[in-house]
């Protein structure tokens, strides 16, 4: 139904449409889904109504959350899927927008952030570090509204694994990993995967969804996580991380 939705507002509208547009929609349509209502079993009719406007900026809308977690979102940093959806702005601009903010939420989640991102060659978008864990991850971001597929991009990522891990180390990081966040994946990335968890010293590779680093943000301020516990919610998980995955391990901590 979901998908459904999706084809007839983006008919509409003439424009991508995100899960997260429907979401948002339905909140202006329906109002705040924190009030229960009870409902005689019906047969359930979606109509679109004309006055929605489907072109709202979207914030972060919880998938199956019990609490309101978007107020505790910053604005500037909530819009980073909506960024990743985005059509009409040149690749460049958006692709150096949604890297600065992927940036600036890693380090609102505590970390301290070395920023590359584009115009510093051939280097990776972020390296973060946790000094109390010895921790660090290279981080890439992706701004891709049709899902990331790795195509080319291994030989870069093994570029970016050879050239920081020896830096990483001589620095006393002992656990280091490599994180992709995009707004969704679309290629299968295990034989990949295996591949540099086997010949390098990356201990974990992690895809990571825009919206599940959203999420991570939100408990990080609502239950006052530490960097530890993010580190290990994060490297626990399987491929892919999803916002329901992060959802299931803090909702109600």
């Known amino acids: 139904m979901n998908e459904d939705i999706k084809d007839l507002l983006k008919k509409y509208t003439n424009r991508e449409i995100s899960n997260w547009d429907v979401e948002h929609l339905f909140w202006n349509y329906s109002g705040n889904p924190n ?20 072109n709202t900026p979207i ?11 978007t107020e505790y979102l910053l604005p500037k ?16 601009s958006k692709g150096s927008q949604y890297e600065k903010l992927v940036a600036e ?11 590359h991102g584009q115009g510093s060659g051939r280097e990776p978008d972020a390296i973060i570090r946790y000094r109390e864990e010895n921790s660090a991850f290279i981080v890439d971001a ?22 920081h891990i020896p830096k990483l180390q ?8 490599f994180i992709i966040v995009s707004n969704s994946f679309k290629s299968n990335f295990d034989s990949f995967i295996n591949e540099i968890t086997w010949n390098t010293d990356i201990k974990r590779f992690i895809l990571l969804t825009s919206e599940a680093l959203l999420y991570l943000l939100a408990y990080k301020t609502k239950n006052n996580l530490n ?8 490297v626990s998980f399987g491929n892919v991380v999803t916002a329901q995955n992060i959802i299931d391990e803090f909702d109600d901590v």
Not at 46 to 52: E, Q, T
Not at 59 to 69: F, G, Q, R, Y
Not at 105 to 115: H, M, N, S
């Open 170 to 177: 001589k620095d006393g990081y002992k656990k280091i990993g």
């Open 142 to 163: 992706k701004a891709y509204s049709n899902g990331y597929t790795l195509g080319t991009d291994d030989r870069a990522i093994k570029e970016y694994v050879n050239r």
């Open 35 to 54: 009030v229960v209502i009870k409902r005689e079993k019906a047969q359930v009719n979606i109509v679109v109504d004309a006055h929605i406007n489907v």
């Open 77 to 92: 940093v909530a819009k980073l899927v909506e960024l990743g959806n985005e059509t009409e702005k040149s690749a460049s």
């Open 227 to 234: 960097q530890a516990s993010i580190i290990e919610s994060i």
């Open 105 to 115: 939420i890693f380090y609102l989640l505590g970390f301290e952030v070395d920023f």
């Open 59 to 69: 914030v972060a809308n919880k998938p199956k959350s019990n609490s309101e977690i």
